[in-house]
């Protein structure tokens, strides 16, 4: 993690926020009878063939990579659902569309892991990257429009990737603006500047009467 003075404003690094991500439920279909898994996180299973059951998404890609199980694409990752997000991103350039918390995570995770279980894998990709950059266009310019009268900033359904890379940089901009608008601070400066240096006038003083 990038190490700031103040541990309020530590970021995670993109594997950090990707293992958090791997805690959203996901649906997989197994192919192999199991009994149930019991995890410190919780109880899963059993597991029957060709019977749908949700598991985290670090459970789905374990039980995946064994060939034990296929992962069903999300509802939101569709060409038809993706292509409409994208429309309304680019016609509302101060609002942000309502996507899971953490899809660019489980996106790719399921690119990396369960690509053949994704339907028109290659349109969806491009979809989800278009609206990655999309929304990064409007978090720019949001962050270029914040100047010393701005005490807040909204930003709503932003992913957990946007914002941590947003968090940071904007909450340390809004407390140098703060800082420097204060009434303490303007009062002080006022008052260094207002005081002028004053010369001492050590030498000694000459009579000007004519003698």
């Known amino acids: 993690m990038a190490g700031q003075s103040d541990p ?13 991500g791997e805690d959203e439920m996901v649906e997989i279909v197994p192919n192999i009878r199991m009994e149930s898994l019991n995890m410190i996180c919780g109880d899963f299973g059993p597991f029957f063939p060709q019977m749908a059951s949700k598991v985290p998404l670090w459970l789905a890609v374990a039980l995946k990579k ?30 942000f569309q309502p996507l899971p918390f953490h899809y660019v995570d489980i996106s790719r995770l399921l ?7 994704i339907p028109d894998a290659y349109m969806v990709r491009s979809l989800i990257e278009d609206i990655r950059d999309v929304r990064f266009h409007k978090v720019e310019t949001g962050l270029e429009m914040i100047s010393g009268r701005t005490y807040a ?8 990737m946007e914002v941590n890379i947003v968090r940071p940089f904007m909450v340390r901009t809004l407390q140098a603006f703060y800082k420097h608008d204060s009434p303490e601070m303007t009062q002080q400066e006022d008052f260094v500047g207002s005081r002028r240096p004053q010369v001492a006038d050590r030498a000694p003083r000459r009579d000007l009467r004519p003698r």
């Open 8 to 20: 309020s404003l530590t970021i995670f690094s993109a594997p950090e926020v990707e293992f958090l």
């Open 153 to 160: 900033v909204k930003l709503k359904n932003l992913s957990a």
């Open 111 to 117: 690119f990396d892991h369960a690509r053949d279980d």
């Open 66 to 95: 064994r060939g034990k199980c296929t992962i069903r694409t999300p509802d939101w990752m569709t060409v038809e659902r993706l292509t409409q997000v994208l429309e309304a991103e680019r016609e509302s350039p101060r609002e």
